[in-house]
Nanobody, 124 residues
């Protein structure tokens, strides 16, 4: 089970960090990802991180701005979001690939487990 939190309302240019806590003892065996979905749009890959945190990948719209990280001791994956823009407004979802899979994947259908989402709104 994945539980995302930390969303909220922030002004343009502001920062936010969202978190996702996983239940169970196998978190370090799962590639993790963050996706987002704005109203009327398809779910979009934001960032992904390998099992040991050594490899990361980012969607084009956030690359160079957002940072994904994980703490396997806390079963938690984070997404740091500085310099937020109104177009970053969306529901953000964390997702996990099943433990037999090794690669970060940008496709939502490649992820097996999903959290409930946390709303991020960037507005003045």
């Amino acid at each position: 089970q994945l539980q995302a939190s930390g969303g909220g309302l922030v002004h343009p240019g502001g920062s936010l960090q969202i978190s996702c806590v996983a239940s169970g003892s196998t978190f370090s065996s799962n590639v993790m990802g963050w996706f987002r979905q704005a109203p009327g749009k398809e779910r979009e890959f934001v960032a992904g991180i390998s099992k040991d945190g050594g490899t990361t990948a980012y969607g084009a719209s956030v690359k160079g701005r957002f940072i994904i990280s994980r703490d396997n001791a806390r079963n938690t994956v984070y997404l740091q979001m500085p310099s937020l823009k109104p177009e970053d407004t969306a529901v953000y979802y964390c997702a996990a690939r099943r433990s037999s899979l090794e690669a970060i994947n940008v496709m939502a259908q490649a992820y097996d487990y999903w959290g409930q989402g946390t709303q991020v709104t960037v507005s003045s």
